[in-house]
């Protein structure tokens, strides 16, 4: 079966640094793109990035470029969400996602359960 | 940036259609993917390619685009169906990770 498992609630200070991750299992890691999505309390989805394990080319929304860092480990099919400076705003629900790709676009097709980032004085 | 348009609320009632819309400028060359996220929970993959259906989603569950409009269709809608729905896709120069805004699909 095709999992991804992603890493417990964070309760987090503005200012702290903050690494999240995302296990995938039942499938080749390396060959498939992987990436965040943001879901701040009440709203909708926000494409944050991927990462091609493979290789490690990294691509980034505008609105995320310079936000955050993702990143992989290959040899424990791992991939990471990281803040150098939590701010109240990054308050959120972030899932990752397996990517899908074709001539034609991306898609996702595995998520992760998610992880909630709270970001409170 | 490229926008996908939804929109928020669509209403039925059970054993009605459902079709839920998204409209965008490169729909006609890029795929569309449709999500269900339920109250708390993670997005689940419904339509993958405008109009392929990923194993175990029941068969209720459709699609399909025509120029820049692809449409999610719900044939005999279910009270377990309620749930926000997102479509994505990926802009005309190949940015992947646009996401329309959402619907609201209230089945009652």
């Known amino acids: 079966e095709v999992q991804l498992v992603q890493s417990g609630a964070e309760v987090k200070k503005p200012g702290e640094s903050l690494k999240i991750s995302c296990k995938g299992s039942g499938y080749s890691f390396t060959n498939y793109w992987i990436g965040w999505v943001r879901q701040m309390p009440g709203t909708g989805l926000e494409w944050m990035g991927i990462?091609?394990?493979?290789?490690?080319?990294?691509?980034?929304s505008p609105s995320f470029q310079g936000q955050v860092t993702i990143s992989v480990d290959k040899s424990i099919s791992t991939a990471y969400l990281q803040w150098s400076s939590l701010k109240a705003s990054d308050t959120a629900m972030y899932y990752c996602?397996?990517?899908?790709?074709?001539?034609f676009g991306y898609g996702m097709d595995v998520w992760g359960q998610g992880t909630t980032v709270t970001v409170s004085s | 940036s490229y926008e996908l348009t939804q929109p928020p609320s669509v209403s039925v009632s059970p054993g009605q259609t459902a079709r839920i819309t998204c409209s965008g400028d490169a729909l006609p060359k890029k795929y569309a993917y449709w999500y269900q996220q339920k109250s708390g929970q993670a997005p689940v993959l419904v339509i993958h390619e405008d109009n392929k259906r990923p194993s175990g989603i029941p068969e209720r569950f459709s699609g399909s685009s025509s120029g820049t409009m692809a449409t999610l269709t719900i044939s005999g809608a279910q009270v377990e169906d309620e749930a926000d729905y997102y479509c994505?896709?990926?802009?005309?120069?190949?940015?992947?990770?646009?996401f329309g805004g959402g619907t609201k699909l209230t089945v009652l």
């Open positions: 990462i091609y394990p493979g290789d490690s080319n990294t691509r980034y």
């Open positions: 996602a397996r990517h899908i790709y074709s001539y």
């Open positions: 994505s896709s990926t802009d005309s120069s190949g940015n992947p990770g646009v």
